[in-house]
């Protein structure tokens, strides 16, 4: 026990008077905001970063395992009456001093280091003193008491102030000024939480999206050369093949070879003579590095920078006699995004996102294979024109804090990719509305 209140006295000023109050005097967060002059929340979060730090200064003790029973036996000897020792605390009213009070330039009570913490009383052990006559002159100049002690015969708890006068319970009595009475500095200044943020995170699956659908050659006929006919289509191998070996069609010679022999191994099948297009579109993957500030407790604001890849094949024709196509396209995006903390409990913290991005192309290869009878005759590289791509999204967020500083998360969201009007087709083309769940790390200071 007595290491175990040598450890709370090792606490900050406000944690260790925090800690005190709402466990061993068993007061609620709403007296103790009263007592010390600060929020309910902050004597929460106060409470709950002691108990951290007494679990890791207690680490090295093979008692810790007790620690949830030596609470209770702490709050057990004081309610019983049994004095609780702690190492450079004195329980004697005798014995308790008070250095002169200094004030700032406010006003209110300076601190200074070194100050004794409040020791725990209980009414057996205290008596009570009688009541003494406080002049108006002082009632008016001085946040103290607001009227004299008449009671006598009170059996609650007293508090024993460093002059020797007996204190009303502060948790019955509203009047009393708290500035005084302890040598605590104030928390309502202090800056509770961290402000800035880095995520590190890393998005998409396993799997593809196959479609497939007609396909239609089109092409330009010249007859002459400042004369250009309407384009024609073709959806037939036949109508396809009969017009490239009329030689009116604008293909280079090599190419024309090879696109004859599949045309024409096309139209001799039997019912494939309809141009269909394999299509396979990966599912997107990628990564996100973001910088988050946190403008309150609630709300915060997210950039950074993302990369995506997107990656689709297809294949016209069957029976080895095909145009297969293979396209990637890589994009860098610029998010900005709004967060909002809904709930925290321990060390889960769950949010919601909302906001946009712009995805800019910076790499769009493009390769074209040619077979005839399974083998490969010809490949074209080539590169694509791919447009800039805005999107916006909302998401639900839930993160698990390793520690306070470092936390896993994950963040379903529903995106929207807004059309670009390009002939392009990918993934997003096909589902520009797409269920994303970034998986990553939280690093906060």
């Keep these: 026990m007595a290491e175990l209140m040598a450890a709370v006295d090792a606490l900050p000023n406000g944690y260790g008077q925090v800690f005190k109050l709402a466990v061993i005097q068993e007061m609620s967060h709403k007296e103790i905001a009263y007592i010390l002059g600060i929020a309910a929340?902050?004597?929460?979060?106060?409470?709950?970063?002691?108990?951290?730090?007494?679990?890791?200064?207690?680490?090295?003790?093979w008692l810790l395992w007790l620690l949830p029973l030596l609470l209770p036996l702490a709050i057990y000897l004081h309610k019983t009456g049994r004095t609780i020792e702690t190492p450079g605390t004195v329980l004697t009213k005798q014995e308790q001093t008070t250095p002169p009070t200094k004030h700032d330039d406010e006003g209110a009570p300076a601190i200074e280091q070194g100050t004794p913490t409040i020791p725990i009383v209980t009414p057996q052990q205290v008596a009570i003193a009688p009541a003494k006559v406080v002049p108006e002159e002082s009632l008016a100049s001085a946040d103290t008491v607001h009227h004299a002690v008449g009671e006598t015969e009170r059996t609650d708890t007293l508090l024993i102030s460093h002059d020797d006068k007996p204190l009303p319970d502060l948790r019955s009595d509203k009047d009393t000024h708290v500035a005084n009475l302890f040598p605590e500095k104030p928390t309502e200044g202090r800056n509770e939480g961290q402000k800035w943020s880095v995520d590190m995170a890393y998005t998409g699956g396993m799997g593809e999206m196959n479609a497939n659908s007609p396909?239609?050659?089109?092409?330009?006929?010249?007859?002459?050369a400042t004369i250009v006919l309407p384009i024609r289509s073709f959806d037939k191998w036949s109508d396809y093949a009969e017009?490239?070996?009329?030689?009116t069609l604008d293909v280079d010679y090599k190419t024309y070879q090879v696109l004859l022999k599949i045309a024409q191994n096309n139209a001799a099948l039997p019912g494939a003579d309809k141009i269909e297009r394999k299509t396979h579109h990966h599912m997107p993957t990628g990564f996100s590095l973001a910088m988050k500030y946190k403008l309150n407790n609630r709300f915060g604001l997210e950039t950074g920078?993302?990369?995506?890849?997107?990656?689709?094949?297809?294949?016209?024709?069957?029976?080895?006699?095909?145009?297969c196509e293979q396209q990637t396209i890589h994009y860098l995006g610029i998010p900005l995004k709004g967060s909002y903390n809904i709930y925290n409990f321990r060390r889960w913290n769950l949010y919601g996102s909302l906001g946009v991005k712009l995805e800019i192309p910076v790499y769009a290869p493009l390769s074209t294979s040619y077979f005839v009878n399974g083998m490969k005759e010809l490949e074209e590289k080539s590169a694509l024109h791919a447009p800039l791509q805005w999107s916006t999204g909302a998401g639900l967020g839930l993160q698990f804090n390793l520690t306070p500083a470092i936390g896993l998360f994950t963040e379903p969201s529903m995106q929207y990719y807004i059309p670009t009007g390009s002939s392009i087709e990918t993934y997003r083309t096909k589902h520009p509305f797409m269920f994303t769940c970034p998986l990553g790390i939280r690093i906060t200071w």
């Design 243 to 247: 017009a490239l070996q009329s030689g």
């Design 305 to 323: 920078l993302s990369y995506s890849r997107l990656k689709s094949e297809s294949e016209i024709g069957t029976g080895g006699n095909a145009i």
């Design 215 to 224: 396909f239609v050659f089109t092409e330009k006929e010249m007859t002459d």
């Design 41 to 61: 929340h902050s004597s929460s979060s106060q409470l709950s970063r002691a108990k951290k730090m007494l679990q890791k200064s207690l680490a090295h003790y």
